[in-house]
Each structure stands twice: as structure tokens, then as C-alpha cells.
């Protein structure tokens, strides 16, 4: 059975063999050093150091040698490139998703406006009938209509027209408010004030009438119309 090895113990015996090797290299440099310094001072050159300080300069030089190669060995090149990397798609991540953000609400918001612009045509439209051109405001209101209320409406276009015409009066709508309460994809409710003023044939104009209005909007053919009506007390 081979013998238990302390991993620590092997360790400290290599970590020891390395510091002699490099202490034997250092004094093998010092000694070169020395014999240098001593042929020198036989030619009799000028200025010849100190036998003693070139050893400890040499000695030392060689010391700080395997820290100098430590730090030689670290990538600093690539590792300001790599930073520089990671902020660059860090800027251009939260780039893209502010401008998805932004985006989304647009679309939110002009998808919002459809619904309360659509419904504001349509009431405007509702409360607007000339007795001068009766059945084309009456289908204008068709126009901006779909569904059940297209179907009523349309029943009773007739009466309406004629009932415009003998009354010889005009009517104009104006909103004074819109908002969308709710919706769900091609279907939204939008509530809103609404006014319309009564002049008849002679110029008489009646006091404007105030109107709330609760009403349905469904996409159909690609554009929102009224698909119910209903007057708020």
C-alpha cells in the first residue's frame, strides 16, 4: 500500500524546492555580477562599482523579476476592450427598449383616439340634420352605423326625413366632451357631452340641449361605427 501524501506537506515542498532554485539562480547572477566587477577593476576601468552593490542590485532585479512577469501577463488590453463592449450593449439595450416602450404607448394612445374620434363623428352626425338635405344627413348617420342600431335606424329613416322636412328645421350637434370608458379590441364604450341648437325656417333659435351619451363602438369594414346608442340622465 503506497503511503498517505499530505496534500499540504507536498505543496510546501515544492513551494520550497522553487524558492532554493530561484535563491541558487540569484546568487549564480551575483557571483557572475562579482566576477564581472573584479575583471573590471583589474583593467583598471574608471568608475568601477562596488563589487558588494552591483550583487545586491542583481539580487534584487531578480527578486522583483517573477512579480514584474505577473503583472506583464494580465490582458489589461483586452480587458478595457471587453468593458468598453458591455457598456456599448448595455447603452443599446436600454436604447431598445425605450423606444419599444414609446412606441407601444403611441400606439396605445392612437388607439385610443380612434375610438373617441370615431364616436364623436357619429353623434355629431346624429344630432346634425338639416331639413334642406334631410335624407343625406340621415344616411351619413347609416354611414357611421352597424349592427342592431344600423338596423333600427335604418327602419325608421323614412319618418325621420320627413318629419325634418315639414318641421323645416335644422339641427346642429357639437361635443363638448369625450372619453373612453372601456375596450377590447375592435369593441370600446365612449362616453360622451354632447349639446345640439334648433333653428327653424324663420331664424328662431331654440336654447341648446344638453345630451350625455353612452355609446358602443365595433369595428366593421375596417372602421368603427356605432353599434348602440344611449342616452345618459
Aim: charged share 25%; net charge negative.
Amino acid at each position: 500500500m503506497a503511503p498517505e501524501v499530505d496534500g499540504d506537506e507536498t505543496v510546501s515542498e515544492v513551494m520550497a524546492q522553487l524558492a532554493e532554485a530561484e535563491a541558487a539562480e540569484a546568487e549564480a547572477l551575483a557571483d557572475a555580477a562579482r566576477a564581472k566587477a573584479t575583471a573590471a577593476r583589474l583593467r583598471g576601468s574608471p568608475e568601477t562599482p562596488d563589487t558588494e552593490d552591483v550583487a545586491d542590485e542583481v539580487a534584487d532585479e531578480v527578486a522583483d523579476e517573477p512579480a514584474r512577469r505577473w503583472w506583464a501577463r494580465l490582458p489589461w488590453s483586452k480587458i478595457g476592450l471587453a468593458a468598453v463592449i458591455v457598456a456599448i450593449c448595455a447603452v443599446l439595450t436600454l436604447t431598445g427598449l425605450m423606444i419599444w416602450q414609446h412606441r407601444q404607448v403611441t400606439a396605445q394612445r392612437a388607439h385610443e383616439a380612434e375610438f373617441v374620434t370615431s364616436a364623436s363623428e357619429g353623434v355629431v352626425a346624429l344630432l346634425s340634420i338639416d331639413y334642406n338635405h334631410a335624407k343625406a344627413d340621415v344616411q351619413k348617420v347609416i354611414d357611421h352605423s352597424t349592427g342592431s342600431f344600423r338596423d333600427d335606424f335604418s327602419k325608421g329613416a323614412d319618418d325621420f326625413v320627413k318629419t325634418a322636412e315639414q318641421s323645416k328645421a335644422v339641427t346642429v350637434g357639437k361635443i363638448s366632451a369625450a372619453a373612453l370608458e372601456s375596450e377590447n379590441g375592435d369593441t370600446g364604450v365612449v362616453l360622451l357631452a354632447a349639446s345640439s341648437q334648433v333653428t327653424n325656417a324663420n331664424g328662431a333659435r331654440q336654447d341648446p340641449r344638453a345630451w350625455r351619451m353612452s355609446v358602443t363602438m365595433t369595428r366593421d369594414g375596417g372602421k368603427l361605427k356605432m353599434s348602440n346608442v344611449e342616452f345618459v340622465p
